[in-house]
């Protein structure tokens, strides 16, 4: 806005504005709210469309109890101001107030549209789904909003959250968690018929210290699933070969799996990064040397159990030693399987793996010196034709600081510490979840 011109001695009226708006900050900035709130009706004595205005002095008059006013002030403000998704969903603060509810709803979709990761607004949204009994439609919105939490880091430092957000975020949770206990119930009922209650105690802890139904698995301090612990497991990130007895026949296929190997190698086709990270996502930052860098490549044969037919197709000894192992097969999940490569002077930094049910092997393909692994407390190095089988849900690192390229087969299987019935139950429970996800997200 313009200067105007005006008598001598006397402020233009966007001078005044800019004056009343400073100084109202300083007031909220100090919990002065009565005082904030005069300025900023001054502002709008000036200025009757100040968006920052409108949004304050209404939601001051909703909290005094008079929606009606609330919702004009917000309707005016969101006229002028469509674009403005916090007036939008302030306005459905106040519609909702009001009792009307279907205005609401519509508002703080239109503010969730307006704003992607507007968190705020998909919460009070589904706590207004959930008060009218629609069930069904507050998951999604309850799903919405941590997912956008989640990309935005919202809950990540919980003492800078807004006491009434905190309040929606708790509600959303236990709604959540009761849906998701309820899932868990059914997909584990077959389960249980085959095998009793009593055989899937352990998978029961796991799942309800997932949801919060239990205090967390205690577990050393270099081990940190990202997803579910499950519990009852010994303190251990190493395992040795000579446990598995199918191991050996794995390795007598090393030269085979190497000449396959060799032939996507020189096609140099078929492969990718291994950190595909959107760069707004919180742990981006932490991954930036490798994020969409070649310097770690990957040829998969499965990514979250998402199988990579054309890689497949040209290494097909390669998956048929795979198919010979137990690997750990759960939906959408695993198994994760490929030739990692790793460029001359990379470093994959310390890292923790989703949930401890199962153990990474690595069949060493191609191992130059100088390249080493490090699992919880100790460090190995490869040696090419023997594996090596970890818990990598303890923090690890790899590098190669040689000026070769290093690559080794990366699989996962169950852990054989869990029986039939528990990876059974774990398998299902883990599936269900993703169901749900898909359903309500």
């Not at 004595?45 to 968006?51: G, L, R």
């Not at 190493?238 to 020189?266: D, G, Q």
């Not at 096609?267 to 595909?276: C, Q, T």
Request: glycine fraction near 6%.
């Amino acid at each position: 806005m313009a200067a105007e011109s005006t008598p001598a001695g006397q402020t233009a009226p966007d001078e005044r504005v800019r004056a009343f708006v400073k100084r109202a900050g300083q007031h909220v900035q100090r919990g002065e709210f009565a005082a904030a709130r005069n300025l900023y009706q001054q502002v709008l004595d000036v200025d009757p469309v100040h968006a920052e205005a409108l949004n304050f002095v209404a939601v001051q008059t909703l909290q005094v109890g008079d929606a009606r006013l609330a919702v004009a002030l917000l309707e005016r403000g969101t006229a002028a101001h469509p674009q403005d998704a916090n007036l939008v969903k302030n306005l459905g603060l106040a519609l909702r107030a009001a009792g009307r509810h279907e205005e609401a709803l519509q508002a703080f979709t239109t503010a969730a549209a307006l704003k992607p990761d507007f968190t705020v607004a998909m919460l009070n949204s589904g706590a207004l789904l959930e008060e009218l009994g629609r069930h069904e439609e507050a998951l999604h919105a309850y799903l919405g909003a941590f997912h956008a939490a989640e990309r935005t880091g919202l809950f990540l430092n919980l003492s800078s959250i807004p006491p009434g957000v905190r309040v929606l975020a708790d509600k959303a949770i236990v709604t959540m968690r009761q849906a998701r206990h309820e899932a868990f119930q059914s997909a584990l009922k077959p389960v249980e018929q085959r095998h009793g209650r009593a055989a899937l105690h352990r998978v029961w802890h796991c799942l309800e210290s997932y949801l919060g139904l239990r205090p967390p698995v205690a577990l050393p301090a270099l081990q940190r699933p990202t997803f579910m612990t499950f519990p009852g497991l010994p303190d251990r990130a190493w395992y040795e070969r000579e446990e598995f007895p199918w191991m050996a026949e794995m390795e007598s296929h090393t030269e085979a799996i190497r000449e396959e190997l060799a032939a996507v190698l020189a096609s140099d086709e078929g492969f990718r990064p291994f950190v595909e990270m959107p760069t707004e996502h919180p742990g981006a930052a932490y991954w930036k040397a490798l994020n969409h860098s070649p310097t770690w490549n990957a040829f998969f044969f499965y990514r979250d159990g998402q199988p990579f037919t054309e890689n497949q197709a040209r290494c097909p000894r390669t998956i048929a030693a795979l198919d010979a192992a137990p690997l750990n097969r759960v939906a959408e999940h695993s198994p994760e399987s490929l030739y990692s490569v790793l460029k001359p002077g990379a470093h994959i930094p310390p890292h923790t793996g989703v949930i401890n049910v199962r153990l990474v092997v690595h069949l060493p393909l191609i191992v130059p010196p100088d390249c080493g692994i490090r699992v919880g407390n100790e460090t190995r190095g490869w040696t090419e034709g023997r594996c090596i089988v970890f818990d990598d849900t303890y923090e690890h690192e790899a590098w190669n600081q040689s000026d070769r390229t290093r690559v080794v087969l990366i699989f996962d299987i169950w852990n054989p510490l869990l029986t039939v019935a528990e990876r059974e139950g774990i398998q299902s429970a883990v599936e269900a979840l993703g169901q749900f996800n898909r359903r309500y997200g």
